[in-house]
Nanobody, 125 residues
C-alpha cells in the first residue's frame, strides 16, 4: 500500500520559514517524481513544485519561485519543501503527490496517482 505522510506545517509570521517533509512508503521511491500542491479554503488546488525521479530536476510555480526550494533524499524516501520568505497568501493546506504524469505539467494541473492528508501552513501578517 502506498502512503504519503506530509509534516512540518505550522503557524509562522510573515517573512518566516518552514520546511515541509513528505515521507513516501510502499514504492521504489527513486523511481517516482514527487510534487507539492496547496489548497486554501474556497480556492482551487495550486501546483507549486515538483521534483523528478532520476535527475532531480525541479519545477516551481511563479508564486513561489525564488522563495521555495524542493529537494529529495532517496535514502530516506523523503522529499522536502523549504519555504522562505513566507507571505500570508501562502496560507493553505499543503499536500505531496507521488508519481505525477509529468513534473512540468504538474505545476499547471496538479494531479498524480498518490497523495496524503497534507499539512497546514498558516502565515500571519
Amino acid at each position: 500500500e502506498v502512503q504519503l505522510q506530509a509534516s512540518g506545517g505550522g503557524l509562522v509570521q510573515a517573512g518566516g520559514t518552514l520546511r515541509l517533509s513528505c515521507a513516501v512508503y510502499g514504492v521504489t521511491f527513486g523511481d517516482y517524481a514527487v510534487g507539492w500542491f496547496r489548497q486554501a479554503p474556497g480556492e482551487e488546488r495550486e501546483g507549486i513544485s515538483c521534483i523528478t525521479s532520476r535527475d532531480g530536476r525541479s519545477y516551481y510555480s511563479d508564486s513561489v519561485k525564488g522563495r521555495f526550494t524542493i529537494s529529495r533524499d532517496n535514502a530516506k524516501n523523503t522529499v522536502y519543501l523549504q519555504m522562505d520568505g513566507l507571505k500570508p497568501e501562502d496560507t493553505a493546506k499543503y499536500h505531496c503527490v507521488a508519481d505525477p504524469p509529468n513534473c512540468r505539467a504538474f505545476i499547471v494541473v496538479p494531479v498524480g496517482d498518490y497523495w496524503g492528508e497534507g499539512t497546514l501552513v498558516t502565515v500571519s501578517s
